[in-house]
């Protein structure tokens, strides 16, 4: 299985979650650590721009990188809209090496967990590692299943270039063993199936992944949880803060 943001998923992802949308808190979150920062900067899984672009627009110095061609245009088209210019590049992390270039490597809100496999978990890790410059710092967000619930069903509808889309998606499978969650989501058009996939999202226990990111050399690490929210008692959302 092999997660992609297909032509449906990156317009309806578009639609509801645009240019400038935090999700719980996370740009505000973001924007605190890296605007005060000269060096360049790789969002990893950057997709429609949605943090991307703010932060472009705070003069920050950034890189977007996403595996999805479908969302590397959407990106292109919301930069035009904003007359804005940067790099995108489209290609699979566990092929991308830029040594030396980075002084921070952002992987925001799950994108990590998106990685199919913890071999390809952990090549990428090495890859992040020296594309950092010396003392350069990594960020990535993870999720937990707090909410997840196997064999539970939900639909909604979203208007996207001028016709009605029908999304049902399906929490299909959770596996406690190997750490993983699949769901299946389901596009329809007047009715008739227009595209299908499943995501496949990994995850990984706070202490676990400290000691992975230790064994590939990143040191001096912290985490965050939930973004430092105080009001969400539930632990969502883990940010993990390195030092090459």
């Known amino acids: 299985m092999e997660n992609h943001y297909k032509k449906i998923s990156s317009l309806i ?99 990590f967990n998106l ?45 996207v270039e001028n016709q009605d889309v029908l999304v049902k998606n399906w929490s299909k499978e959770i596996n406690w063993i190997e750490q993983y969650t699949i769901n299946q989501i389901d596009y329809f058009i007047n009715n008739e199936l227009k595209e299908t996939q499943e995501f496949k999202l990994t995850w990984y226990g706070v202490q676990e992944f400290c000691d992975i990111l230790a064994s590939k050399g990143f040191k001096d690490g912290v985490f965050i949880i939930n973004y430092g929210s105080k009001i969400n008692l539930n632990v969502k959302t883990v940010t993990f803060i390195f030092k090459k």
């Not at 959407?74 to 092929?95: M, V, W």
């Not at 090495?126 to 594309?131: K, L, V």
């Not at 990594?138 to 619930?149: N, V």
């Open 13 to 111: 992802y578009n639609a509801t979650k645009p240019p400038g949308t935090s999700i719980d808190k996370d740009l505000e979150f973001y924007k605190s650590l890296l605007l005060p920062i000269d060096g360049k900067i790789l969002e990893a899984g950057v997709g429609n721009g949605r943090l991307f672009i703010p932060l472009l627009k705070y003069k920050v110095d950034i890189v977007g990188i996403d595996k999805s061609q479908e969302m590397i245009d959407i990106c292109s088209e919301n930069l035009k809209k904003e007359n804005l210019k940067a790099t995108l590049i489209c290609q699979d992390l566990e092929n991308y090496i830029e040594k030396n270039t980075y002084e921070y490597i952002i992987m925001p809100n799950a994108s």
């Open 115 to 159: 990685l199919e496999t913890r071999q390809k978990a952990l090549k990428v890790l090495d890859n992040f590692y020296q594309s950092l410059t010396d003392k350069g710092t990594l960020i990535i967000d993870l999720i937990l299943p707090i909410e997840f619930r196997a064999g539970s069903k939900h639909e909604s509808t979203h208007y």
